[in-house]
DNA sequence: GTATGTGAAACCGTTCACAGCA
DNA sequence: TGCTGTGAACGGTTTCACATAC
């Protein structure tokens, strides 16, 4: 934690390295060096050492990295030594593919609250949470202590779901609609925009023939 | 189509300009100027125009663009004159949030067949297709033309089903699996890793207090 | 010998500021 | 006058190469 601005790359990749982290630590592997991680995660060595620099020195010369401390390290970097109580708002099919995304609770995030404004969808049972009105998010989020909205609702609905976030304190939203969010600088927003990544596929196909790499 | 270098992150935007661009002719705006585009999507002016000049000359000094026209370049410049048929693997719950996700079809993108190698959910329906054996797919591949593919199969069995695809010579793969697959440089892949996502969000909470800004 | 940590260099993308044109 | 198009300046990220430490 220095003074320093950390590229926002670099977070996206201290996650992968994490998770790669975790497996390699369940396969009881002790020790990585850098171009191990590197080739896990498609990165050059010398990429993950400028990366875990930031942080500190987590490594020891000539040996490389123990697992077990470096996942402990970046786990911590990244926040994730608590859990993080979700608010998903938007029952359709995505918003029920996120309640079930293994991935989540894997990582210590858990969707809490399920809400949407579909009188069809209200009462469902997505896993083992029910969905509520939408206009019962604004106590679920105090009372459990919510920092982060997630929102899978068409389009049209999103600003509406995200002002109801705003009005309740949401710190950070994780938005799926493919639209720009009207949102204050203090709160956090990342878009997940599906189409947009096809559309840079199809680009390369029909420019550039076919080259690879993967920048995001 | 210049012999110069386009960054990854313009294709990104003009991507999002050309939504915006659709969802302005439907409203029957007539021109927009650099700075209408670059409100609607949150980026600066200059940023659009650059973007813009990286494909040629499309507006008129003192004016700004016309919508319809620019609209149609920037469709052009994606490669999304012509419809993309798409192969997905896994019919999960994800998966069935991929093949009726709107904002697919509403690009050009269209799920053709759906695969998957649980008994469980072969010859299920999901909105008009059914779903296939995974060993079905070379051939779906090859009859109906497909060169994109997605992958929505758990992590486990996810370079498996890569391998199928790279084998029937898939030009391009979005992959929704967290982890690195193995893909040889002349197949394009893109991923989307939801928990990566999760996790640039709580570090920003930790670390930054909370600042905004979305550089992806 | 081997692999990390790190300044310096190279590279890339964004912003600036203004020339060019309707 | 107003807005586009663009070379130049800027800032930030990645790569390089080597000193450092085990």
Redesign the interface.
């Given at each position: 934690?220095k003074a320093v601005k950390?590229p926002?790359a670099t977070?996206?990749r201290?996650?992968?390295y994490?998770?790669?982290l975790e497996w390699l630590d369940r396969r009881g592997v002790i020790t990585v060096s850098s171009s191990d991680i590197a080739e896990?995660?498609?990165v050059s060595p010398a990429q993950v050492r400028k990366d875990l620099a930031y942080f500190g020195e987590f490594g020891t010369r000539g040996v490389g990295y123990n697992v077990k401390d470096l996942l402990h390290y970046t786990m911590k970097?990244?926040?994730?030594t608590h859990p993080?109580p979700m608010a998903l708002a938007g029952a359709?099919?995505?918003g029920?593919?996120?309640?079930?995304?293994?991935?989540?609770r894997?990582?210590g995030?858990s969707i809490v609250g399920v809400f949407d404004n579909d009188l069809t969808k209200i009462g469902k049972r997505i896993g083992d949470i029910m969905v509520h009105p939408l206009e019962d998010m604004p106590e679920a989020i105090h009372s459990l202590g919510i920092?982060?909205g997630i929102i899978a609702v068409?389009p049209r609905g999103a600003q509406e779901v995200a002002d109801i976030m705003l009005k309740n304190n949401i710190?950070?939203i994780?938005n799926f609609a493919?639209i720009?969010l009207n949102?204050?600088?203090?709160?956090?927003?990342?878009?997940?925009?599906?189409?947009?990544?096809?559309?840079?596929?199809?680009?390369?196909?029909?420019?550039r023939g076919?080259?690879?790499g993967?920048?995001?």
């Open positions: 934690m950390i926002e977070i996206t201290l996650s992968m994490s998770r790669l896990g995660v498609g970097i990244l926040g994730l993080w359709g099919n995505l029920t593919a996120l309640c079930t995304h293994h991935g989540f894997d990582r995030f920092k982060i068409p710190a950070a994780l493919p720009a949102i204050p600088d203090n709160v956090l927003v990342r878009n997940v925009d599906l189409s947009v990544k096809l559309e840079v596929l199809t680009f390369n196909l029909k420019y076919s080259v690879a993967e920048p995001d």
